[in-house]
């Protein structure tokens, strides 16, 4: 059984960093494509960032492009989103899910198998 948690949400100022983390157990992520989505009240869930671990591939939206930045810790197998120059727009709940079969690196939310809880990010201005 794959379950992945996410935590290192908050409250933060627009302007400020923050890293959120998805730490995966049942499986190693290497396996998998992780992807970061976020899903703002009255809004679809959309495509943050992912990464293909086997190919190095990752693939980031435009809207957080130069800003955010997955990285990994296979020891731990947690994957991290590091958040820079935030936005009152970056606003979200934010979901880390897990593609076992997937081509590439899917945008869709029901390309992914398995998905944490989701973490809350505020973003004043």
């Known amino acids: 059984q794959v379950q992945l948690v996410e935590s290192g949400g908050g409250l933060v100022q627009a302007g400020d960093s923050l890293t959120l983390s998805c730490a995966i157990s049942?499986?190693?992520?290497?396996?998998?494509?992780i992807g970061w989505f976020r899903q703002a009240p009255g809004k679809e869930r959309e495509f943050v960032g992912g990464v293909r671990w086997s190919v190095g591939m990752t693939s980031y939206a435009d809207s957080v492009k130069c800003r955010f930045t997955i990285s990994g810790n296979n020891a731990k197998n947690v994957v991290y989103l590091q958040m820079n120059s935030l936005k009152p727009e970056d606003t979200a709940v934010y979901y880390c899910?897990?593609?076992?079969?997937?081509?590439?690196?899917?945008?869709?939310?029901?390309?992914?198998?398995?998905w944490g809880q989701g973490t809350q990010v505020t973003v004043s201005s």
């Open positions: 899910g897990a593609a076992y079969r997937a081509w590439g690196i899917p945008q869709r939310p029901g390309s992914y198998d398995y």
């Open positions: 049942g499986r190693s992520f290497s396996g998998f494509v």
